[in-house]
């Protein structure tokens, strides 16, 4: 491993590690806390591997137009940001990154905000914004000969990971909460060839049990307690800023779960602005489930200074995650940035996801949180109409038709949940409706449509 260019350093105690040191559960052996990449070249002004922002920002849009495999996909195309393996050869590759900007002009109109846009992760190779830490991390277990990766999850991981390992030549084992992750996901850990062990457990409990299992075989953990994920995750940053000209926008709305998309996402635009590739970060915000909202309390009750696990519950199964490995990272982007963190009910959830698809877009249930806590700050005063807004849509429509379907035909949200929402719910209901096999039957089922 190229040990020079990077090393971990502990985010806890700033005990500074090389790479290929670290315990097989990414914890310090020190604090027990995790590890960040760090690139000491880069530190000095001046200094010899110090990336120069011009240099980068012109090569990198020669690559656009490049049809090399590395400048194809939208992490490694930044791959100076990121010099994380000996040779770059070993990048397990699917095209991902490089995905969407698209303006927001209903919901822009609607909350009266100039300009609001999607970035839309869910357009990634396995439909979630988990391709981009995986091709990164993935790349780093095939450098190092591992011969079987792993990872806990809610479903995105899972599917991400196993596509991945597979393109790699690798073998991977998933471990899922029983019954609570979306059947898109679970579909595609199979068929990508994962060996799938679903556990009378949540989340949490699986990544607890896989720490322990990664101590105990030669299996490379693929969790976002991983710090070369959020390498690769740190690259939607750049597109972003890439995509504005530079400027970044004012502010970006994440949706939380295990914490590590909102902490590489502050990574990658701390970093840009320490090299001096943009000028100011933008707020970051950090929305999570009301029934799993463990960093919501975290600040609400401690200032963010300690977190306490609980038990959580919501049908945004994605981000169905009580005890968030990557906590601390999350609380210093947001709080490094000016950003909120906040949670939103099931139906808000539920009615933004419906006005996301509206739209054209879609996405899944634990991305739609992003719109539902930016109409929580635009009406507590705290985005003003002239912001740039940016919200990060995190995975496809098409990963939980289930929870889409079900509240279509009305049978998503139980009656004290939808209380005081009934209209605007049933404004945004398209069931499909049976109708006779005649023009006139079809014709007159367009009457009773309200759009
Ligand atoms: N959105 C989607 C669609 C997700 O799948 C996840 C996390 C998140 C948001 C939250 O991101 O954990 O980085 O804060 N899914 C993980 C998984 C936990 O196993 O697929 P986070």
Same mark, same amino acid.
């Given at each position: ?318 981000? $169905?995650?009580?005890?968030? =490995?990557?906590? +601390?990272?999350? @609380?210093? /982007?947001?709080?490094? *940035?000016?950003?909120?963190? &906040? !949670? ?76 005081? $929402?009934?209209?605007?719910? =049933?404004?945004? +209901?398209?069931? @499909?409706? /049976?109708?006779?096999? *005649?023009?006139?039957?079809? &014709? !007159? ?7």
């Amino acid at each position: 491993m190229k040990e020079i260019l990077h090393q971990l350093r502990c985010i806890g105690c700033g005990a500074r590690i090389a790479g290929a040191e670290a315990q097989p559960d990414f914890r310090c052996a020190v604090c027990g806390e995790l590890f960040d990449v760090e690139y000491p070249g880069w530190s000095e002004r001046g200094g010899k591997d110090r990336p120069n922002a011009g240099a980068l920002k012109w090569v990198w849009r020669e690559r656009r137009s490049s049809r090399e495999q590395l400048d194809c996909s939208g992490v490694w195309r930044f791959r100076e940001l990121l010099p994380i393996l000996d040779d770059f050869s070993n990048a397990v590759s699917l095209r991902e990154g490089n995905t969407p900007l698209y303006h927001m002009t209903r919901a822009a109109l609607a909350l009266r905000i100039d300009l609001l846009f999607a970035k839309h992760q869910g357009m990634n190779p396995t439909g979630s914004f988990k391709d981009t830490g995986m091709t990164a991390a993935m790349s780093v277990a095939k450098e190092r000969g591992f011969a079987w990766v792993a990872c806990a999850s809610t479903g995105n991981t899972s599917a991400s990971m196993a596509a991945y390992a597979a393109r790699a030549g690798l073998r991977s084992l998933v471990l899922i909460p029983e019954g609570k992750i979306a059947w898109g996901k679970l579909s595609q850990a199979m068929d990508y060839g994962a060996v799938t062990c679903q556990l009378k457990a949540d989340f949490d409990g699986c990544l607890r049990l896989l720490s322990q299992i990664v101590k105990e075989a030669p299996i490379y953990l693929l969790n976002s307690v991983n710090p070369y994920r959020l390498e690769g995750q740190k690259t939607p940053a750049f597109e972003i800023a890439e995509a504005f000209d530079w400027s970044v926008p004012d502010h970006l709305i994440v949706p939380g779960g295990n914490l590590g998309n909102s902490s590489a996402l502050g990574k990658g635009f701390r970093e840009m602005y320490e090299l001096g590739l943009v000028a100011k970060m933008p707020r970051i915000s950090v929305i999570q489930a009301a029934g799993a909202n463990p960093l919501v309390r975290s600040f609400r009750e401690h200032q963010a200074a300690s977190l306490e696990p609980m038990e959580a519950h919501t049908r945004a199964t994605a981000i $169905r995650i009580g005890n968030p =490995a990557s906590w +601390r990272k999350a @609380a210093r /982007a947001i709080q490094e *940035t000016g950003g909120w963190c &906040l !949670d939103v009910t099931e139906a808000e959830i539920a009615i933004a996801k419906a006005e996301i698809g509206a739209e054209g877009l879609g996405c899944e249930p634990a991305s739609a949180v992003t719109l539902a806590g930016l109409k929580k700050l635009r009406a507590e005063g705290k985005v003003a109409s002239a912001e740039t807004v940016v919200l990060m849509l995190t995975g496809h429509t098409l990963k939980d038709a289930d929870y889409t379907i079900n509240f279509h035909r009305g049978k998503l949200l139980a009656i004290d949940e939808a209380e005081g $929402r009934e209209a605007e719910i =049933a404004g945004l +209901r398209r069931d @499909a409706v /049976a109708v006779e096999a *005649t023009p006139a039957a079809v &014709l !007159d089922a367009l009457k009773g449509s309200s759009r």
